[in-house]
Each structure stands twice: as structure tokens, then as C-alpha cells.
Antibody, heavy 117, light 109 residues
């Protein structure tokens, strides 16, 4: 079965750091670009970050640029999101998602990040 | 940056009725870059339509997508009870960035 599963969410104070992980299975992870998408409580979907299949290209939403770092380890079939200088408005459910063509066809169940003092 | 506007924000219909959801882009886009998702409460989004009109794997044929340029439509021909959820459109815009619309909630009338 093709799936991805996030982990690493939790409660962190403003200014703190957190590292999210996304483990994949059932497909050739190294063949697909991957993304992080988040959803604040009661809000819509917000694209956060992208990484190409070979890690050669990364991109970030303006709201997280300079604070978040996306990476992947194709040998471990895993995607990561290092989040530093966290702010209250980073509170959200974070999803990792596989990109196929121009859409996101496989999503994880999400991991919750709460930034609060 | 291209903005996606979904309308209406909430659509109140009865089971068995036809639903028509709109997604409008602030400038003309390639239909290849437009996708639709549904999201059930407490669950991750699920891909419904890609390339504006192609159904994703396992999606029933009561769901259809259409449109071009700036105006795109998701149609649900006959609403089933499980279809009363939130729908999002998404654009692959300034490569490799993605943009989502604000969502349309389909609720039971």
C-alpha cells in the first residue's frame, strides 16, 4: 500500500524548534518530489515547502522562508521539515504529500504542531 | 502571485441534488495545473481531480471537473451522504509552488 506517515509534532514555545519527519512506503520514494502542507485550526490549506526528488531544488512559502528547512533521505525513504524560530501562527496540522505531475496524490494523516507559551 | 477564489463559501443542498462548485483564478492558467481535493472532518485531503478534468484513482464518476483559462468547476452529479464535506481547488503556479483556494463547504440543507 502506498502511504506516507508524519511524526514529530508537539507543543513548543515561541522561538523554539521542532523537526517533523515523514516516512514513506509502498512506492519508490526517490522518484517523486515531496511537499509539506499545513492547516491552521479551522482554516484552509497552505502550501509550506517543496523538495525535488534529488533534493536539487527546494522552495518555501514566504511565511516560513528563512525559518524552515526541508530535506529528504532517499536511502531511508524519509522526508523532513526542520522548523526554527517558531511563532504562534505556525500552529497547524502539518501534512506531507507526494507530488505527481501538478497535484498531490498521496497524503499522510498529519502531525499537529502547537506553538504556545 | 495567482490567487484562487472559490465560491460559494458554503453550498446547502440535499442528497441526490447536483452540486456545482466554482474556482476562479486571478489570471489565466493552464488547465493542466488545476486540481481539486475533498477533505472530511479530521482527515487529510484527498485528491479528486487533476488536470482540471481527470479523476484520480478510485474517485466515483459522479465527480467531474471542467473549465479553462480562469474559470474552473467541480460538479457532483448526485450528492451522496459522504459528499457533504469541504472541497479545495489547487493550482501549480509559480513553479514549484502550489496555491490553494479558500475552500467550499457542502452542507446538508
Amino acid at each position: 500500500e502506498v502511504q506516507v506517515m508524519e511524526s514529530g509534532g508537539g507543543l513548543v514555545q515561541p522561538g523554539g524548534s521542532l523537526r517533523l519527519s515523514c516516512a514513506s512506503s509502498g512506492f519508490t520514494f526517490s522518484g517523486y518530489p515531496m511537499n509539506w502542507v499545513r492547516q491552521a485550526p479551522g482554516k484552509g490549506l497552505e502550501w509550506v515547502s517543496y523538495i525535488s526528488s534529488s533534493s536539487g531544488t527546494t522552495d518555501y512559502a514566504d511565511s516560513v522562508k528563512g525559518r524552515f528547512t526541508i530535506s529528504r533521505d532517499n536511502a531511508k525513504n524519509s522526508l523532513y521539515l526542520q522548523m526554527d524560530s517558531l511563532r504562534d501562527d505556525d500552529t497547524a496540522v502539518y501534512y506531507c504529500a507526494r507530488r505527481r505531475d501538478y497535484a498531490l496524490d498521496v497524503w499522510g494523516q498529519g502531525t499537529t504542531v502547537t506553538v504556545s507559551s | 502571485e495567482i490567487v484562487l477564489t472559490q465560491s460559494p463559501g458554503t453550498l446547502s443542498l440535499s442528497p441526490g441534488e447536483r452540486a456545482t462548485l466554482s474556482c476562479r483564478a486571478s489570471q489565466s492558467v493552464s488547465s493542466s495545473y488545476l486540481a481539486w481535493y475533498l477533505q472530511k472532518p479530521g482527515q487529510a485531503p484527498r485528491l479528486l481531480i487533476y488536470g482540471a478534468s481527470s479523476r484520480a484513482t478510485g474517485i466515483p464518476d459522479r465527480f467531474s471537473g471542467s473549465g479553462s483559462g480562469t474559470d474552473f468547476t467541480l460538479t457532483i452529479s448526485r450528492l451522496e451522504p459522504e459528499d457533504f464535506v469541504v472541497y479545495y481547488c489547487q493550482l501549480y503556479g509559480s513553479s514549484p509552488r502550489l496555491t490553494f483556494g479558500g475552500g467550499t463547504k457542502v452542507e446538508i440543507k
